[in-house]
């Protein structure tokens, strides 16, 4: 398996050189299914990884048990050199992780600020006349739709929104999970590109993702996933050039 070298911009705040979430040895069970065996995963901060891999890879498993939405059966998570253990849901968007699932999930009677709003008002946290001013230079269109009801907008747009109203709370860690997940080939590049951009700017972000394209342009470092194991790691450019990649993915007629 390649390893890529973390790096970050948070060394301070971080496990190990850079590292701000740390998997070690990470298993989710299922009664007897194992869906994901003994993971050890770096996430650099300020940087985007994808976890790729087929469908029923254990990917979504693995980064709902980063967000304690699954329980660990065996191993241990770390944020930022501390231990989660079977902290909640709750104390860790508390503490910085913040889990978008895959679909849409949205208030489709509510305007599209007022979606943005939702987890603030949740988290009793203040909502000033600049809240809203850092989603809306990641996502313009959103901005535009401000006053719009959410269940007007189209698939790609309400995907964003998810993505947007997570930002809101200002993460230290963004996981999205299969953000492509029915949407057109125009919007899932113009989703990637976005979280591309985020992570440049040094958002620590951790995508699911099957659709080497879109994990592709979110660029960053990549590993790949197969039945629950972790089989190759590298830069996110090199992934649909790396034969076991090709065999797992596209092997599946996926894209």
């Known amino acids: 398996m390649t390893q890529a070298a973390p790096t970050g911009h ?28 003994s993971v050890s995963l770096d996430v650099p901060a300020g940087r985007a990884l994808c976890v790729v ?13 980063v967000a304690g939405l ?5 191993g241990e998570v770390r944020w930022r050199g501390e231990p989660l253990g ?3 849901v709750t104390k860790r968007i508390a503490a910085g992780i913040v889990y978008v699932p895959e679909g849409t999930q949205v208030f489709g009677g509510m305007t599209v600020e007022e979606n943005l709003a939702v987890p603030l008002i949740a988290t009793r946290r203040p909502i000033a006349s600049d809240t809203f001013a850092k989603v809306y230079a990641a ?3 959103l901005e535009r739709r401000a006053t719009q009801d959410a269940g007007t907008l189209s698939g790609g747009e309400n995907r964003m929104l998810a993505v947007a109203r997570a930002l809101v709370l200002e993460p230290g860690l963004l996981i999205v999970d299969e953000p492509s997940l029915g949407l057109s080939p125009q919007a899932t590049a113009t989703l990637a590109a976005a979280l591309r ?22 660029g960053g470092d990549a590993c790949l996933m197969v039945r629950g194991e972790i089989r190759w790691r590298g830069p996110n450019a090199d992934l649909a050039g790396v034969e076991p990649v090709r065999a797992a993915v596209l092997g599946q007629g996926l894209s």
């Open 86 to 88: 079977r902290q909640s």
């Open 197 to 218: 951009a985020l992570a440049e700017g040094g958002q620590t972000v951790l995508v699911s993702e099957q659709n080497l394209a879109c994990a592709t342009a979110v």
């Open 139 to 141: 996502f313009p269109i």
């Open 10 to 37: 948070d060394a301070t705040a971080a496990d190990g050189a850079g590292t701000v979430l740390a998997l070690r040895d990470v298993c989710v069970a299922y009664g007897r299914v194992q869906a994901v065996r």
């Open 70 to 74: 699954e329980r660990v059966s065996g």
């Open 53 to 65: 891999g087929p469908n029923g890879a254990g990917k979504t498993s693995l980064v709902r048990a």
